[in-house]
């Protein structure tokens, strides 16, 4: 059984910084993809980034690319999402979820984290 925790998020102002992170209790195979999804009020789920947990292939959406980077730590069962030059836009509810078939999809995610919000303030 997987479990995953995130945190980080918090206030930041326009342009700044903020590093989420995922805890993951249980072991994901290496063919598991892990992702960041996010969800702004009045919105529907989307996916921001994604990364193949054996791999390490990664993979982003058009929205922040160059902007945000993935990575896990295997060892510490750790997902990161560093963010950078944030924007208003960014402002959502971050999920870190898990799929073990190896997709992206939100409807095919097998495992979610309850979320941490992220506001980015002018």
């Known amino acids: 059984q997987i479990q995953l925790v995130e945190s980080g998020g918090e206030l930041v102002p326009v342009g700044g910084s903020l590093r989420l992170s995922c805890a993951v209790s249980?072991?994901?195979?290496?063919?598991?993809?892990m992702g960041w999804f996010r969800q702004a009020p009045g919105k529907e789920r989307e996916f921001v980034a994604g990364?193949?947990?054996?791999?390490?292939?990664?993979m982003y959406a058009d929205s922040v690319k160059g902007r945000f980077t993935i990575s896990r730590e295997q060892i510490g069962r750790t997902l990161y999402l560093q963010m950078e030059s944030l924007k208003p836009e960014d402002t959502a509810v971050y999920y870190c979820?898990?799929?073990?078939?190896?997709?992206?999809?939100?409807?095919?995610?097998?495992?979610w984290g309850s979320g941490t919000l992220v506001t980015v303030s002018s």
């Open positions: 979820a898990l799929d073990r078939n190896g997709g992206y999809s939100v409807s095919g995610m097998d495992y």
């Open positions: 249980g072991r994901p195979y290496s063919s598991s993809t």
């Open positions: 990364i193949r947990w054996g791999a390490g292939t990664r």
